[in-house]
């Protein structure tokens, strides 16, 4: 083989594994990209599931201790009305 050959062959390696290198710190950049959404998505769905549980208990301890109907509860809160449904059902 030519030192001429030797040098292109050095080279297409060379090339070869800077692509490797470039395609790994994209994936790794990708994957803590994803890690972070994931972590956001999931700190904001348990944010959301905590404050409908701690209007449930407010709801049950209303009906509870106060003698409220369930929808006298929900309006004290003042829930939405469109939210009063599936409260209903998690109430009971």
Do not use: C
């Not at 790994?24 to 998505?41: A, D, F, P, Q």
């Amino acid at each position: 083989m030519s030192e001429k050959e030797e040098n292109l062959n050095y080279a297409a390696l060379l090339n070869r594994e800077m692509e490797i290198l470039d395609y790994k710190s994209m994936m790794k950049h990708k994957l803590e990209e994803g890690e972070k959404k994931g972590r956001e998505e999931g700190r904001e769905e348990g944010r959301e599931e905590g404050r409908e549980e701690m209007l449930i208990d407010n709801l049950s301890n209303l009906i509870k201790t106060q003698s409220f109907t369930v929808e006298q509860a929900l309006s004290a809160l003042q829930v939405p009305k469109e939210q009063w449904e599936s409260l209903k059902a998690k109430l009971k």
